[in-house]
């Protein structure tokens, strides 16, 4: 009898240990002050083109790495790097630039390597001026920034990066100025300004382009109907964007829909603002990346 009461005492310390952890864990990413995730420099910008504050862009950037890097501490790839073999060249940084390939001919790498040219002071930004500073060996053909090494040695390098303030601040705003300024106009244009609408049409510039084809997030508007009531036409948009979310390589099965979903559920849940939202984020990421 004592044996017995002795490993259900046991059992009952493990698991109570083990909720405990993943509880900790879980309110570490929402722990402190979110405006310390960020630079004044960035911040202050995301402000006052936004509308929207620390905790509103903290909280969106959790649900956009979620389906990118299956981490809610989006904080820590600013010095992303990686060959993900979609034909687009490397990918890098939080928000997933690209250095282009046959796949995407228009990459927006190249950007953010000239503003971290201009970052470092450069009276002549190019993207040539930022690979020396870096060290890397490369140069453009056209739109495409052709890599002329290794990828281990390449990606070494941009982690480097990882806590240089000019870079973080050459890709804010490589990050507003091709994706966040746009879907801003595009939400206000429409009478929305909630942190949730914005986060979506960032979340979707980034996942299936900005402007183009009809499965971009111009196309998806333009299915999505008229109406001018928020949550009447994100439901429709929601509805639209998860047809085509896993086809054409932007995510894997079922990744798409579970991203998708992080959004739609906060809307039905009445978590629009995105402030005071600690819980609500961390319930609907509560998903497993395939």
Not at 131 to 145: D, E, H, N, W, Y
Not at 201 to 207: I, K, P, S
Request: contains cysteine; charged residues 25%; aromatic residues 12%.
């Amino acid at each position: 009898m004592k044996f017995s009461l002795l490993i259900l005492l046991s059992f009952s310390m493990i698991f109570s240990f083990g909720y405990l952890s993943n509880a900790s864990q879980q309110k570490s990413y929402a722990a402190g002050n979110p405006d310390s995730n960020f630079f004044p420099a960035t911040l202050n910008p995301l402000r006052d083109n936004t509308g929207l504050d620390g905790e509103q862009w903290n909280n969106i950037m959790m649900l956009v790495n979620k389906p990118e890097q299956d981490d809610l501490n989006w904080i820590d790839f600013y010095g992303y790097c990686e060959d993900i073999d979609d034909d687009r060249g490397y990918t890098i940084v939080l928000f997933g630039a690209t250095t282009g390939g046959s796949n995407d001919t228009g990459p927006d790498g190249p950007d953010l390597f000239k503003a971290y040219d201009a970052a470092k002071g450069a009276s002549n930004p190019s993207v040539k001026g930022a690979l020396a500073r870096i060290g890397v060996k490369g140069s453009m053909k056209g739109k495409i920034l052709e890599i002329n090494e290794s990828e281990e040695s390449f990606c070494r390098k941009i982690g480097n990066l990882q806590d240089d303030p000019e870079w973080r601040e050459a890709m804010w705003k490589t990050f507003y100025n091709i994706y966040i300024k746009y879907r801003g106009e595009q939400a206000r244009n429409r009478g929305f300004n909630s942190a949730l609408t914005i986060g979506s049409f960032v979340d979707t510039a980034l996942n299936h382009g900005a402007t183009g084809g009809s499965e971009s997030l111009q196309g998806l508007l333009s299915k999505s109907g008229s109406s001018t009531d928020e949550k009447t036409f994100m439901t429709k948009f929601y509805k639209e964007r998860t047809k085509i979310v896993d086809t054409n390589e932007y995510n894997s099965p079922p990744n798409g829909k579970n991203r998708v979903k992080q959004w739609s559920n906060l809307l039905n849940m009445g978590e629009t603002d995105l402030k005071n939202a600690d819980s609500a984020v961390l319930q609907v990421t509560d998903w497993e990346l395939q």
